[in-house]
């Protein structure tokens, strides 16, 4: 069965600083994944989408996609009190029936 | 203003007992599905349904029975609730249910249930 492994499990960074996150998916017929942010209590939203090898910036968030390796990573700069959330990984293969597998998430605190 | 409207918001219930999630997407999306989240497992994909046809079934149990009234309502029953159950079930949508231009899911805000 598909797995998407998210790491590190929690991160703390200072107000201003970068937060990496980091997720790989086991399955080989995985083409695209997301990253959705869920503030406690809420609904999981989605922050940026990569379907394609490289990366892709919005704002202050960026994303990298290695497909080889199936493994994507997200970068937060300048992070604010307001990023604190958990963060979802999602993986989608090309094939099937398209199941959405989510990761375990990172749950992130930024401090001030 | 939700487009994925999800009742009730809270929910407890006695063991043995059966319950009904509501489910209704006014986003004009072909494809609805429900996802379970409980602290000791992350979201976990249970249904999904393509212009109200089941897809994918991925709940070990029959105690789950998703059910579609219309396209844009997928409602959940769980009949002998156990506090295994205990959980936030999730309904969410996409535009479709996949290929290529990968659809991106949408979330209702979740109905919290606990069986006690």
């Known amino acids: 069965q598909q797995k998407v492994q998210q790491s590190p499990e929690s991160l703390i960074v200072p107000e201003g600083g970068m937060a990496s996150l980091n997720c790989t998916s086991s399955d080989r017929n995985v083409d695209y994944f997301w990253w959705y942010r869920q503030h406690s209590g809420k609904s999981p939203k989605m922050l940026m989408?990569?379907?394609?090898?490289g990366e892709k910036e919005e704002g202050r968030f960026t994303v990298h996609l290695n497909k080889a390796s199936l493994h994507t990573s997200l970068h937060i700069r300048d992070s604010q009190p307001s990023d604190s959330a958990l963060y979802l990984c999602?993986?989608?293969?090309?094939?099937?029936?398209?199941?959405?597998?989510f990761g375990a998430g990172t749950r992130l605190k930024v401090i001030a | 203003d939700p487009k994925i409207i999800q009742k009730p918001k809270y929910l407890v219930a006695v063991t043995g007992s059966e319950k009904i999630l509501i489910c209704e997407q006014y986003?004009?999306?072909?494809?609805m599905y429900w996802y379970r989240q409980s602290a000791k497992k992350p979201l976990e994909f249970m249904f999904s349904?393509?212009?109200?046809?089941?897809?994918d079934n991925q709940t070990a149990s029959s105690r789950f029975q998703p059910q579609s009234s219309k396209k844009n309502h997928l409602d959940l029953q769980i009949t002998a609730l156990k506090p295994d159950d205990s959980a936030t079930y999730f309904c969410?949508?996409?535009?479709?249910?996949?290929?290529?231009?990968?659809?991106?899911?949408?979330f209702g805000s979740g109905t919290r249930l606990t069986v006690l």
């Open positions: 999602a993986a989608s293969p090309n094939t099937g029936n398209y199941k959405y597998v």
């Open positions: 349904y393509s212009y109200q046809k089941l897809m």
């Open positions: 969410a949508s996409s535009p479709r249910l996949g290929g290529r231009g990968a659809e991106t899911l949408y």
């Open positions: 989408s990569i379907f394609s090898n």
């Open positions: 986003l004009g999306h072909n494809a």
